[in-house]
């Protein structure tokens, strides 16, 4: 039962490098393949960053041995005019001409609330591309916090015990402010022929940014889960032309009675695109520097009161039918600017691996792990 009373913060459930997650992959474009089993994650930080750097080099930028990943980074889309321009900032630079300098410098500005970046080990000879993007998005109206655990099944058929937050009409008081607030894109399927299909916008009203969850089928790509959604919502809103206008607006409500239960995320993860590491730059603008370090950093919230998003990336040398909206299975989520249809963060879910794990399976582990003597 959903309850909005208040609620203890809910700790972060993983934080360190990616090399420590086992079923979890980090993706550099929206493009690249979802590894079968895995969840997937990408943020558009390091594409702003590699962009920056094909500005400074003039052409797209060229590394020794020609690795798939950067012939990737550059045909991919520049996503900086699809972010909104509060939320990124990206550079590229000499270090000899201040360009470490003109980053802190930058980012204080824009966002005050910033830690300044690092660049150890960085030489006065090198150059450096950075990016960093912060965003948030609160929901106009609290959703409340689940008080049971929603079992969540992941792509292999196993279950988890996860929090969970969103609406249930057995809380008749914040029902009645919650029901308008999430937007149904469309739905299709059924729950019980376990083909059931939905995505929704979790706060009509928000701006500039809108947070989309989708339970939908494993798809190849980020991009293609994102057609798929796009072609489903269109189909939704084609038929709906056939429907009296109010019948149209009932099709994106939540109507009296349905439910929504949406998993809690809180993670941060470190993670180095080594496959671009220890290569030269064969740019003649480039003056054959060798990219030492290529890392990316991304924070992700989501909880009942609403989203936050950080990131950065750096390289340098160096019907009154009742509906039940749970996403209890291997599920969607992106970011985007409102008036874009490309989104600057997405998650495929297909494991438990980054969800909140619900706090009874934390005491049972807690009880199985062997005490120090």
Not at 57 to 67: D, N
Not at 185 to 207: H, P, T, V, W, Y
Not at 290 to 303: A, E, G, K, P
């Amino acid at each position: 039962m959903p309850s909005c009373s208040r609620q203890p913060d809910i700790p972060i459930s993983f934080s360190g490098s990616s090399e420590k997650l086992q079923a979890t992959e980090i993706l550099a474009t929206l493009d690249a393949p979802i590894p079968a089993g895995k969840s997937a994650i990408y943020c558009a930080s390091l594409q702003a960053a590699w962009k920056a750097l094909q500005d400074m080099a003039g052409e797209p930028v060229s590394l020794q041995g020609s690795p798939d990943l950067a012939g990737q980074l550059n045909v991919a889309a520049d996503p900086r005019p699809y972010i909104p321009s509060d939320s990124l900032y990206a550079a590229a630079g000499w270090v000899k001409e201040g360009i470490c300098d003109r980053v802190r410098q930058d980012l204080s500005r824009k966002f005050p609330g910033s830690a300044p970046p690092t660049f150890e080990g960085i030489s006065p000879d090198s150059c450096l591309m950075y990016a960093y993007l912060e965003a948030s998005l609160r929901f106009s109206v609290p959703y409340c916090e689940n008080t049971r655990p929603l079992v969540f099944t992941d792509g292999a058929g196993n279950q988890t015990e996860v929090r969970s937050f969103g609406a249930s009409p057995e809380d008749e008081a914040a029902y009645r402010k919650l029901v308008a607030q999430p937007s149904v894109l469309f739905r299709k399927g059924e729950a019980q022929a376990k083909d059931e299909e939905f995505a929704i916008d979790l706060c009509s009203n928000s701006a500039p940014s809108q947070i989309i969850v989708a339970k939908i089928p494993r798809q190849p790509t980020l991009s293609a889960a994102l057609a798929h959604i796009e072609s489903e919502s269109a189909q939704a809103e084609e038929s709906a032309k056939a429907l009296l206008p109010y019948e149209q607006q009932r099709l994106h409500c939540l109507t009296p009675g349905d439910s929504l239960l949406v998993p809690d995320l809180h993670w941060l993860i470190s993670h180095r695109f080594r496959e671009l590491e220890g290569r030269l730059l064969n740019n003649p603008r480039l003056k054959q520097q060798r990219l030492d370090v290529c890392q990316q950093d991304i924070f992700f919230r989501l909880n009942r009161k609403g989203a936050a998003l950080r990131s950065d990336a750096r390289a340098y040398a160096q019907g009154l039918v009742i509906e039940h909206y749970f996403l209890d299975r291997p599920f969607l989520i992106y970011v985007k600017k409102r008036s874009e249809k490309t989104p600057y963060f997405a998650m495929w879910v297909d494991n438990a691996e980054l969800l909140q794990p619900w706090p009874a399976n934390q005491e049972r582990d807690q009880e199985k792990t062997p005490k120090a003597q």
